[in-house]
């Protein structure tokens, strides 16, 4: 039969399709396709010539939406039970001109795909659409244009009663006069009204929800989505699978992005009746599309329409298609809320935890998506295994493991190839990406979440049929969907609910016995605790090789289940942006191997094979004695289980030593994952003329657990400044372990100061505490009020900051000790700011790091003022960007000409 090309799907006005069997088969599983699907033809129609529009026009932006929403609905209704309507829309994307729609229907009609054999048609005009497919719609739903929430009300209708979304609008040529008003056969009766006929609103947020005996929330937004909870979700009309999609807010400013109204993704969720929101995820401020409701209606809503969802599954895990909607709504960026995008995810994935829903994260600006009613009908294998995993045989083989057993000390990377928990963004660079002619010439690790087989199975079996030796594959975020892993735990903030933990350990295991999944590359913890003993050992129970989360130490293992803390990203930046942040994550002296091994996890996003054989090539060319070996994950993580298995394992904290001020604390941590307690004793072998007390320290460990371990070093007032080698010699059951670290030589230390501090200006003059410039955090001098000073430069997003490190000799890694800020600044008017420091409290933002120290407003005196936090329980373990303790956070032209840090409160001024 003949297949359509690229150059047929691009054409409009082709002939005209014939007539079209229409059955009326059940819903089938996603997997699947009905049996007579192969005699039917796939009906293909053209959307891209919506990208010619003038989205700045009022009236085209809405013809663009209109078309969108309607034909969206219709595919996903017409597309139920097998594939019958492509749409042919992504025709580019920031990657380049690639025809994404284009691409995915020559793959679906490769031998055996889901479309070989299938004849192609093309569809001419939308009446025709309408005509082909009208004895499987059953009418309209009608929506409010002035309540944007109802654009997504609409799509849950669809789905639950099959009936197509249209906008109410009398003018003349809307899709309402010529479908709702117009007459003949196609005309589609309104079942369900979204807004009174007359065209004033069904939901004003006064009195009761429509059609329920519910008080008005007083939001006409929140009362439209609670109407459909109330008529959908709990009846059973829509099932509880979600889809967090931006609503018709987008025509307030499309920004000249049509694919980011994201109608063309809904077609998924109707075929197969899921409900639709767009909420705030906030309760301290009220969202930026409905100013008057009372703080917290969104988030209330939400957890609502969540926990209905959890009582409707049972308590298993559910999927939220789709993310924050950071451009245009709720986020700092416009200043469209208070929060900035990073953390409004944060915060968004951390409540969906709490319910058991998990994140397939169409994140802008890749988030459009089409055609996954079609790809959801994709067959695919029971089982699709990846290679043996190495042995220690292997591992010696390949000169990663001594002749005893022990790793060779080099610096082992696996690069961790992301972010690919989103349907939408494997659809749109698989082209790109995946298909690079350089792939396979450096070992990637593939972070391709399972559960994005719903919707796109073609490209997840796809890169399975076409991977090389050198393509690994690994979970992506948190698992088989992005959650939280520390909201899974009582007590539950926002839900309340018992335990997921074991719901979850059932939804991985199935989904990773699939893909043949052993490792979980990067469990992002957010703003959510720690992962607790039984969270942890769940993902050894499902992922038994190893994980690297964000709340864990550097190095560990659950049982036998090896884990490392996940470093920093590469920068989506050229190749020589991309090697000096790879340089800059190795430890110590780089123009040799390390002393002991080490191991980094390094995570890039949307980075192409041929950007990442280049870094490595980079890397390799300025550093060739340094011992790095990028290796795969599953040898990766084979590694660390044979370097800590059975061994307590020594690391230094603090490692500074000052010539001035008598002996300096050396701090050490000491692990054991040994089976038994043991007591060790610990010594150092010094350069010459230095002297350690006492010359032995003897300590007891138990099994997993980690105590702290430490000497006092004196050197000579002529030891030459800088870093100088010692050993720590571990004894234990008779077995001798050597590590060898460096020791950094100052002139002075702090440790016996009352306050460290910084004078900012021109050139900053520090005293125990340095201004550190990041990518986030940068500043330039200036003279205020005839004193000098410092203000900020906004680069990225609409926060800056001030990122302070406090000298280690003062205060580092410390437990139960309080300390003291203030900040002298300039108090001009309408100005506020606010301070993050590294604690101890597991709560605070990136397990304590960045926790909150409190807000300022300015009084407007205009004048240099000064103020002082205090901060309770600090850490200051170098924890911040670049290694700093602190940092002021300001949206606003904050001069600051000097920061102090006290151990006990200074005086006022």
Same mark, same amino acid.
């Given at each position: 039969?003949?297949?359509?090309?690229?150059?047929?799907?691009?054409?409009?006005?082709?002939?005209? =399709?014939?007539?079209?069997?229409?059955?009326?088969? !059940?819903?089938?599983?996603?997997?699947?396709?009905?049996?007579?699907?192969?005699?039917?033809?796939?009906?293909?129609?053209?959307?891209?010539?919506?990208?010619?529009?003038?989205?700045?026009? &009022?009236?085209?932006?809405?013809?663009?939406?209109?078309?969108?929403?309607?034909?969206?609905?219709?595919?996903?209704?017409?597309?139920?039970?097998?594939?019958?309507?492509?749409?042919?829309?992504?025709?580019?994307?920031?990657?380049?001109?690639?025809?994404?729609?284009?691409?995915?229907?020559?793959?679906?009609?490769?031998?055996?795909?889901?479309?070989?054999?299938?004849?192609?048609?093309?569809?001419?005009?939308?009446?025709?659409?309408?005509?082909?497919? %009208?004895?499987?719609?059953?009418?309209?739903?009608?929506?409010?244009?002035?309540?944007?929430?109802?654009?997504?009300?609409?799509?849950?209708?669809?789905?639950?009663?099959?009936?197509?979304?249209?906008?109410?609008?009398?003018?003349?040529?809307?899709?309402?006069?010529?479908?709702?008003?117009?007459?003949?056969?196609?005309?589609?009766?309104?079942?369900?009204?979204?807004?009174?006929?007359?065209?004033?609103?069904?939901?004003?947020?006064?009195?009761?929800?429509?059609?329920?005996?519910?008080?008005?929330?007083?939001?006409?937004?929140?009362?439209?989505?609670?109407?459909?909870?109330?008529?959908?979700?709990?009846?059973?009309?829509?099932?509880?699978?979600?889809?967090?999609?931006?609503?018709?807010?987008?025509?307030?400013?499309?920004?000249?992005?049509?694919?980011?109204?994201?109608?063309?993704?809904?077609?998924?969720?109707?075929?197969?009746?899921?409900?639709?929101? $767009?909420?705030?995820?906030?309760?301290?401020?009220?969202?930026?599309?409905?100013?008057?409701?009372?703080?917290?209606?969104?988030?209330?809503?939400?957890?609502?329409?969540?926990?209905?969802?959890?009582?409707?599954?049972?308590?298993?895990?559910? &999927?939220?298609?789709?993310?924050?909607?950071?451009?245009?709504?709720?986020?700092?960026?416009?200043?469209?809320?208070?929060?900035?995008?990073?953390?409004?995810?944060?915060?968004?994935?951390?409540?969906?935890?709490?319910?058991?829903?998990?994140?397939?994260?169409?994140?802008?600006?890749?988030?459009?998506?089409?055609?996954?009613?079609?790809?959801?009908?994709?067959?695919?294998?029971?089982?699709?295994?990846?290679?043996?995993?190495?042995?220690?045989?292997?591992?010696?083989?390949?000169?990663?493991?001594?002749? $005893?057993?022990?790793?060779?000390?080099?610096?082992?990377?696996?690069?961790?190839?992301?972010?690919?928990?989103?349907?939408?963004?494997?659809?749109?660079?698989?082209?790109?990406?995946?298909?690079?002619?350089?792939?396979?010439?450096?070992?990637?690790?593939?972070?391709?979440?399972?559960?994005?087989?719903?919707?796109? !199975?073609?490209?997840?079996?796809?890169?399975?049929?076409?991977?090389?030796?050198?393509?690994?594959?690994?979970?992506?975020?948190?698992?088989?969907?992005?959650?939280?892993?520390?909201?899974?735990?009582?007590?539950?903030?926002?839900?309340?609910?018992?335990?997921?933990?074991?719901?979850?350990?059932?939804?991985?295991?199935?989904?990773?016995?699939?893909?043949?999944?052993?490792?979980?590359?990067?469990?992002?913890?957010?703003?959510?605790?720690?992962?607790?003993?039984?969270?942890?050992?769940?993902?050894?129970?499902?992922?038994?090789?190893?994980?690297?989360?964000?709340?864990?130490?550097?190095?560990?293992?659950?049982?036998?289940?090896?884990?490392?803390?996940?470093?920093?990203?590469?920068? %989506?930046?050229?190749?020589?942006?991309?090697?000096?942040?790879?340089?800059?994550?190795? $430890?110590? $002296?780089?123009?040799?191997?390390?002393?002991?091994?080490?191991?980094?996890?390094?995570?890039?996003?949307?980075?192409?094979?041929?950007?990442?054989?280049?870094?490595?090539?980079?890397?390799?060319?300025?550093?060739?004695?340094?011992?790095?070996?990028?290796?795969?994950?599953?040898?990766?993580?084979?590694?660390?289980?044979?370097?800590?298995?059975?061994?307590?394992?020594?690391?230094?904290?603090?490692?500074?030593?000052?010539?001035?001020?008598?002996?300096?604390?050396?701090?050490?941590?000491?692990?054991?994952?040994?089976?038994?307690?043991?007591?060790?004793?610990?010594?150092?072998?010094?350069?010459?003329?230095?002297?350690?007390?006492?010359?032995?320290?003897?300590?007891?460990?138990?099994?997993?657990?980690?105590?702290?371990?430490?000497?006092?070093?004196?050197?000579?007032?002529?030891?030459?400044?800088?870093?100088?080698?010692?050993?720590?010699?571990?004894?234990?059951?008779?077995?001798?372990?050597?590590?060898?670290?460096?020791?950094?030589?100052?002139?002075?230390?702090? /440790?016996?100061?009352?306050?460290?501090?910084?004078?900012?200006?021109?050139?900053?003059?520090?005293?125990?505490?340095?201004?550190?410039?990041?990518?986030?955090?940068?500043?330039?001098?200036?003279?205020?009020?005839?004193?000098?000073?410092?203000?900020?430069?906004?680069?990225?997003?609409?926060?800056?900051?001030?990122?302070?490190?406090?000298?280690?000799?003062?205060?580092?890694?410390?437990?139960?000790?309080?300390?003291?800020?203030?900040?002298?600044?300039?108090?001009?008017?309408?100005?506020?700011?606010?301070?993050?420091?590294?604690?101890?409290?597991?709560?605070?933002?990136?397990?304590? /790091?960045?926790?909150?120290?409190?807000?300022?407003?300015?009084?407007?005196?205009?004048?240099? =003022?000064?103020?002082?936090?205090?901060?309770?329980?600090?850490?200051?373990?170098?924890?911040?960007?670049?290694?700093?303790?602190?940092?002021?956070?300001?949206?606003?032209?904050?001069?600051?000409?000097?920061?102090?840090?006290?151990?006990?409160?200074?005086?006022?001024?």
């Amino acid at each position: 039969m003949p297949r359509v090309n690229r150059r047929h799907v691009l054409g409009f006005g082709l002939a005209g =399709v014939g007539a079209v069997a229409l059955g009326g088969a !059940p819903a089938s599983a996603a997997v699947s396709t009905a049996p007579d699907s192969a005699s039917e033809p796939l009906l293909v129609y053209d959307l891209a010539g919506l990208h010619d529009l003038e989205l700045a026009d &009022p009236t085209q932006a809405r013809r663009a939406y209109d078309e969108l929403h309607f034909v969206a609905t219709l595919q996903g209704i017409v597309n139920r039970s097998h594939p019958r309507l492509y749409v042919h829309f992504l025709n580019h994307n920031e990657f380049g001109d690639i025809d994404i729609d284009a691409y995915w229907l020559d793959v679906l009609q490769e031998r055996g795909g889901l479309l070989d054999g299938r004849e192609i048609r093309q569809v001419a005009s939308l009446d025709e659409l309408v005509s082909t497919f %009208r004895p499987l719609l059953r009418g309209a739903v009608v929506w409010d244009p002035a309540v944007p929430a109802t654009s997504n009300v609409a799509s849950t209708v669809a789905g639950a009663r099959d009936v197509v979304a249209i906008r109410y609008d009398r003018t003349e040529g809307s899709l309402f006069q010529r479908y709702v008003d117009g007459s003949g056969k196609l005309r589609l009766p309104v079942k369900v009204w979204l807004i009174q006929p007359d065209g004033s609103p069904l939901f004003t947020g006064q009195g009761t929800i429509p059609d329920t005996d519910r008080a008005t929330t007083r939001s006409p937004k929140c009362d439209a989505y609670l109407w459909a909870v109330e008529q959908y979700l709990r009846s059973g009309e829509s099932v509880p699978e979600f889809a967090y999609y931006l609503d018709a807010y987008w025509l307030n400013d499309p920004k000249g992005q049509l694919p980011q109204a994201l109608l063309t993704n809904h077609d998924y969720l109707v075929s197969r009746r899921g409900f639709f929101f $767009d909420l705030l995820p906030w309760d301290d401020e009220t969202p930026v599309d409905d100013r008057a409701q009372e703080v917290g209606t969104d988030q209330r809503t939400l957890e609502e329409i969540l926990r209905v969802g959890h009582q409707r599954s049972g308590g298993t895990f559910v &999927p939220v298609h789709g993310f924050v909607p950071w451009q245009y709504k709720y986020t700092s960026v416009g200043n469209a809320g208070g929060h900035d995008p990073v953390p409004t995810e944060w915060r968004f994935v951390q409540v969906i935890s709490a319910f058991n829903a998990y994140a397939d994260a169409d994140a802008e600006t890749l988030d459009g998506m089409a055609n996954a009613s079609v790809f959801r009908h994709a067959r695919l294998r029971s089982h699709y295994p990846q290679g043996p995993r190495p042995t220690a045989d292997e591992l010696r083989a390949r000169g990663f493991l001594d002749a $005893d057993g022990g790793v060779v000390p080099r610096r082992y990377v696996m690069l961790y190839v992301g972010d690919y928990d989103s349907a939408a963004w494997i659809y749109q660079t698989t082209p790109y990406l995946w298909d690079d002619p350089a792939r396979g010439s450096v070992p990637l690790n593939w972070a391709f979440n399972p559960n994005l087989a719903a919707r796109m !199975p073609v490209a997840m079996d796809r890169v399975r049929r076409t991977a090389t030796e050198k393509d690994t594959f690994i979970a992506g975020d948190s698992g088989a969907g992005y959650i939280n892993p520390g909201m899974l735990t009582e007590p539950r903030e926002f839900s309340g609910l018992p335990s997921g933990v074991a719901a979850w350990r059932e939804h991985c295991r199935a989904h990773y016995q699939r893909w043949d999944l052993s490792v979980t590359g990067f469990i992002i913890d957010g703003f959510a605790p720690p992962m607790d003993e039984a969270t942890l050992q769940a993902y050894a129970d499902f992922s038994p090789d190893g994980f690297a989360a964000q709340k864990v130490p550097p190095l560990g293992l659950v049982g036998e289940t090896p884990y490392v803390r996940m470093r920093g990203d590469l920068p %989506r930046g050229t190749v020589a942006e991309g090697a000096a942040a790879f340089r800059g994550y190795l $430890d110590g $002296d780089v123009a040799a191997p390390p002393y002991v091994p080490e191991f980094h996890s390094m995570r890039t996003i949307l980075m192409s094979p041929s950007w990442h054989r280049d870094v490595v090539a980079a890397v390799r060319a300025e550093i060739p004695e340094s011992g790095v070996e990028v290796v795969d994950a599953h040898t990766f993580y084979a590694l660390v289980r044979h370097y800590l298995l059975d061994q307590v394992l020594l690391t230094p904290l603090l490692t500074v030593a000052a010539r001035e001020g008598g002996a300096s604390p050396l701090l050490f941590e000491a692990t054991s994952y040994l089976r038994t307690p043991v007591t060790a004793t610990l010594a150092l072998e010094l350069p010459a003329g230095w002297s350690v007390e006492p010359d032995e320290r003897e300590f007891s460990v138990g099994p997993d657990e980690t105590v702290r371990v430490s000497v006092e070093v004196t050197v000579p007032a002529d030891t030459p400044l800088g870093e100088h080698t010692v050993t720590a010699v571990l004894r234990y059951e008779g077995q001798t372990r050597r590590r060898t670290f460096v020791t950094m030589v100052v002139e002075r230390s702090y /440790a016996d100061a009352a306050e460290v501090d910084v004078v900012l200006g021109q050139q900053n003059q520090p005293r125990g505490l340095d201004l550190v410039e990041q990518a986030d955090g940068q500043t330039t001098p200036d003279t205020v009020a005839e004193r000098e000073c410092r203000r900020p430069l906004f680069t990225q997003w609409e926060s800056s900051y001030f990122y302070l490190r406090v000298d280690d000799t003062f205060l580092f890694d410390a437990r139960d000790t309080s300390a003291f800020v203030s900040v002298e600044y300039f108090d001009a008017p309408d100005l506020s700011f606010s301070l993050h420091y590294d604690s101890n409290d597991p709560t605070g933002a990136v397990e304590g /790091a960045y926790t909150d120290g409190g807000a300022r407003q300015t009084a407007g005196t205009n004048a240099w =003022v000064s103020t002082t936090f205090e901060l309770p329980d600090v850490r200051f373990a170098n924890r911040q960007n670049g290694g700093a303790d602190l940092r002021l956070a300001t949206t606003d032209d904050l001069c600051v000409a000097r920061v102090a840090v006290s151990r006990t409160r200074p005086d006022q001024p």
